[in-house]
């Protein structure tokens, strides 16, 4: 089935370009990493994907459907540096947030609700933090617990943005774990993703950006040195001032 | 004692208290969104915004919230339309509409009543309380309360995660400006108490407090209703004890509630937060 299908997508902020002619489709039951340089529109296409900004031109269906139709069953784990952390919240009442998108107006989470995010703790190995607030966490215990909020919300398809910054070695070998577990049930799962060293180890897809889409397909097919040489040709340029060849 | 006994006998402070301990209630609920939201400053903005809504009203003989839900939230959307469609930034863009909006909201009262009225709008003066007052202040905290308790789960989310809540579809900018009509509503019902230059101090001293002292929302809620309350029955007892404005002495209680949250809180406050480096300091020395 087709997860994600994106046709000629432009986006721009106060005019300016960010991202142009981006054009993909993408198969459930894969997990995709979205990498490229800094600046080069990966947020903005999630937040794109997400209907979150609005486009200039393109067409976006996530599963046949727009994306208005089917928002529920897409769950969103934001950067880090997006969420005030001196919020006063619970890590269990931060985590029970997620079911908020399939409870109806005016409903309360109940029992089943708590049940639900004792056990997404659980999987994130963050169950004896649960009544800590959310601040007293380090980085890497921080991203698992909007992991589970994200599992909480039993979607289809997930988006993370940049889940590994500021995180420790344990918690990101926990978080890819569960990702590709996700993956292996069928779900989709999108990753921005800046470190280009374990791209190739962690995704199967890979989305390689840079204002316009340069590479897309299986590791094999983006990781040749032209496309990223041309994704990253600006970082590139010091090396060659200093005698590197890239 | 002579309070209580006041309390017994006068009518006028009965209504004083009811509505005082009613103001302290609905500014602290209310107040807990304003401060997480980070919408101090706009608070403030809008309960001056509401002057000019408030002459209006009189002008054409009707109730006051007409007119002030109209200024306010007229300079809610100014605001954010100059802080969008140029370089001029948010605070600056604040700063500019609600003065001008306060400016205008003084001109027309000068030029159709007497200069007590204005002072009464602007300091409140909880002694004179009508009773038909105090059943507006009474309704605007039904409606306040049970804004918070059915739309819990979407303000909290909101406050909390705003992209989150976008990408799920709730609508935020709704919700903004939902809270910019209730907030123009409080202020309202908080004139006569605390009057409209000091009703942002009722708004977020006390959820400032109850912020100091817990990390569960709901909590702080209640904490925060909780520090209203107490500030409006101990202040309103200073300015019948010893004549002075009731606003401004509600305020000052207020602000010593937060004053010791902010010394003393278990976890926030600025004394046990350093004895707590000066003990690390000496562990680590002494190893």
């Known amino acids: ?246 | 004692m002579e309070f209580i006994e006041a309390l017994m006998n006068y009518e006028y402070m009965q209504k004083a208290l009811i509505t005082s301990v009613m103001v302290g209630i609905i500014c602290g609920a209310i107040g807990c969104f304003i401060i997480l939201r980070g919408m101090a400053l706009m608070g403030d903005a809008i309960s001056h915004a509401v002057l000019p809504g408030v002459a209006l009203s009189y002008m054409l003989g009707i109730n006051f919230f007409f007119g002030a839900v109209l200024t306010g939230v007229l300079t809610a959307v100014g605001i954010g339309y100059v802080s969008q469609n140029s370089r001029i930034k948010h605070d600056v863009s604040i700063g500019i509409m609600f003065t001008f909006s306060f400016a205008l909201g003084i001109i027309m009262i000068t030029m159709m009543k007497s200069s007590t009225d204005l002072y009464h709008i602007l300091f409140g003066n909880v002694l004179v309380v009508r009773t038909s007052e105090m059943w507006t202040t009474f309704t605007v905290g039904i409606v306040v309360l049970s804004a918070i308790y059915f739309f819990y789960k979407e303000l909290l989310v909101s406050s909390f995660d705003p992209i989150m809540s976008a990408a799920y579809g709730l609508p935020n900018r709704i919700i903004h400006y939902a809270l910019m009509i209730l907030l123009t509503m409080v202020t309202v019902a908080s004139l006569q108490t605390v009057g409209i230059v000091l009703v942002v101090a009722m708004l977020i001293t006390p959820a400032a407090t109850a912020y100091l002292l817990t990390d569960r929302l709901w909590i702080m809620i209640y904490l925060s209703m909780g520090f209203g309350v107490v500030s409006s029955i101990v202040g309103l007892y200073f300015s019948y004890m010893y004549n002075l404005a009731s606003g401004a002495s509600i305020v000052l209680v207020a602000t010593v509630l937060f004053a010791l949250a902010f010394t003393f809180s278990p976890k926030q406050g600025i004394l046990w937060r350093s004895m707590r480096s000066r003990m690390n300091r000496n562990s680590i020395t002494n190893n």
């Not at chain 1, 069928?186 to 921005?192: E, P, S, Y």
């Not at chain 1, 840079?210 to 496309?227: A, K, Q, T």
Request: charged share 25%; proline share 4%.
């Open chain 1, 1 to 246: 089935m087709i997860a994600i299908s994106v046709k000629n997508l432009n986006v721009s902020y106060h005019g300016e370009e960010a991202v142009k002619n981006i054009s993909f489709s993408l198969e459930s039951g894969n997990l995709v990493g979205v990498i490229g340089p800094n600046g080069a529109g990966k947020s903005t296409l999630l937040k794109a994907l997400l209907n979150l900004i609005p486009k200039d031109k393109g067409e976006i269906q996530i599963f046949d459907r727009s994306v208005r139709d089917i928002r529920k069953k897409i769950a969103y784990v934001p950067q880090r540096s997006e969420i005030d952390w001196d919020f006063p919240i619970t890590v269990l009442d931060a985590v029970l947030i997620g079911t908020y998108p399939n409870l109806k107006l005016f409903q309360r989470p109940g029992k089943q609700e708590k049940a639900l995010a004792y056990e997404c703790l659980e999987k994130v190995g963050m169950t004896p933090f649960s009544n800590r607030q959310i601040g007293e966490l380090s980085g890497g215990q921080q991203q698992r617990v909007f992991l589970a909020r994200a599992l909480a919300q039993k979607p289809e398809m997930y988006f993370l943005d940049e889940p590994f910054v500021g995180v420790d070695l344990g918690s990101e070998e926990t978080i890819i774990h569960i990702l590709k577990e996700l993956r292996d049930s069928g779900k989709t799962v999108v990753v921005v993703h800046h470190d280009l060293m374990k791209a190739s180890t962690y995704f199967n897809r890979l989305i390689l950006l840079n204002r316009e889409l340069i590479g897309y397909g299986s590791i094999e097919e983006v990781f040749r040195p032209d496309l990223l040489a041309k994704a990253y040709k600006g970082q590139f340029a010091f090396m060659e001032q200093i005698g590197v060849s890239v």
